[in-house]
């Protein structure tokens, strides 16, 4: 384990917003927000001690995200999409503290450099970029076709082009690759174009997305992966995350409300919403209990002799 323990400055919060309002102007000085103040000191929430797999959970607005932020921000963890911040966000995680774990030989590990916080954000804004992308290649595509029309034609006329300078290196090359006998068409689009990536659906592309992302040893904070996921993808990335915490040397520390991956094994579980903070079984849960009690009073309809 790499991250062994992190501590929040909830003793702190009141002298953190005092010297936000000095430095604002004066001791009254105004403050937009006192956020991230609150939201953990309210459940006496100050230390959590990781494990392989560490579980935020809690329901809307309990603070799992802004944990996964702090923490990725205190760690300098590498990250795509920007997170929702506040004037008191950076001093807060300045005063948060945390301990590294120790490798086989009682030496501290430090972070692994390719470590990252991967949000639904981050999937959302790759889907769109491929969109963008291959919308661009495709209206080009339309512009391509008539150019290849073009150069045939004034290569059986003789008009070739000269190349003069770099001016002329777009048209030249152009008229080399339509000159190829090997290049159809369909080639010289592809080439000139350039080429479509192929996106499947939504759920597809996210869990591919974290295949691609994954890499050995290496620390992952992850909110709500589960986010366009059916419950068998659901399954497949659980099998996922297992595999690389148990044999790749992975850490991962996940804000869920899934119960696949709350039923995952080998993994701690912290439950924000209690009062003061505590680690809990996935069955104790109000969400997974959500679950039972739907399933329960249906129950009927799923067995075999009905
Ligand atoms: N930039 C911000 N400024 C002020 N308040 C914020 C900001 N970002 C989040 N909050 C508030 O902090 C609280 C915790 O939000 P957070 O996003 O961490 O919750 P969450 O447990 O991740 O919720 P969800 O499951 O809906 O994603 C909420 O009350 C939210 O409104």
């Not at 579980?55 to 996964?68: E, R």
Request: with cysteine; aromatic share 12%; proline share 3%.
């Amino acid at each position: 384990m790499y991250l062994d323990k992190f501590i929040l400055p909830i003793d702190e919060e009141s002298s953190l917003i005092e010297q936000r309002m000095a430095y604002n102007g004066g001791r009254f000085g105004y403050i937009d927000k006192t956020y991230p103040c609150g939201i953990f000191s309210k459940n006496r929430f100050s230390e959590l001690s990781f494990s392989k797999i560490t579980i935020l959970y809690g329901g809307n607005g309990s603070g799992k995200s802004t944990l996964l932020n702090l923490i990725a921000n205190k760690l300098e963890l590498n990250r795509i999409a920007p997170f929702n911040s506040s004037e008191l966000f950076s001093s807060y995680v300045e005063h948060c503290k945390f301990e590294l774990g120790l490798d086989d030989e009682g030496f501290k590990h430090r972070i692994p450099n390719g470590s990252r916080i991967i949000t639904s954000d981050d999937i959302f804004d790759y889907m769109l970029t491929v969109r963008t992308n291959n919308d661009e290649i495709a209206d080009s595509a339309e512009e391509i076709r008539s150019e290849w029309g073009n150069k045939k034609g004034d290569l059986k006329f003789g008009n070739t082009v000269k190349m003069n300078g770099m001016e002329d290196y777009e048209a030249l090359r152009l008229q080399v690759l339509s000159r190829k006998k090997t290049v159809s068409r369909r080639e010289f689009i592809r080439r000139v174009a350039g080429t479509e990536i192929k996106l499947n659906s939504n759920g597809e592309t996210a869990l591919s997305y974290f295949n691609s992302k994954f890499k050995n040893d290496t620390l992952y904070c992850l909110d709500e992966p589960e986010n366009s996921l059916s419950p068998k993808m659901q399954l497949e990335l659980v099998k996922m995350l297992e595999e690389m915490a148990h044999y790749c040397g992975c850490q991962f520390i996940i804000a869920t409300h899934s119960p696949f991956l709350l039923a995952m094994e080998f993994t701690k579980i912290y439950d924000l919403e209690a009062n003061p903070v505590d680690v809990k079984q996935w069955w104790e849960l109000e969400n997974t209990k959500v679950y039972f009690d739907f399933f329960n009073k249906h129950k009927g309809l799923f067995l075999d002799d009905k």
